[in-house]
């Protein structure tokens, strides 16, 4: 699974349609690439300027991300892999961001996946034929979902 955990400081991400913005952005990132979209979760978490420190400096305007992934590993010395996660979370939050003068700053962390359980039970193997189903049944509502927006 994926999990982004946005800390922010309170005067930024204030709008629903940003939070919305980031969670599905991080959701089709993953999706394109089979995961299920329920393996998909994004938190956040507003911080009052003076909580955080950068530097031993307070620093008013922030946002950094965690990410921890658990379902899906980058292969160890793979420089593309590690550019195209790179790129793909720069796409979902640059633009609400760095492209507006807010620091962002973010880090990926793996987790081992034979510590994993949803609802107490361990996923499907990777890309095996039952986590391949559950990814296209997400694939085929979220794309439902994006034309009964338009």
Known sequence: MPVWKVFHSSDTLQKEEEKQAIAQGATDFYTKYGLPAFYVHVMFFPFEGENKYTGGKKQSRFVVVEINHIARHLEPGNRKQAITIK???????????????????YCVIEGLTELWRINGVDPPEAFGPDEQEEAEKSRQFLLKKYNDWQ
């Open 87 to 105: 790129e793909g979370i720069d796409k979902v939050m640059k633009p609400l961001t760095t492209e507006k003068g807010i620091h962002l700053e």
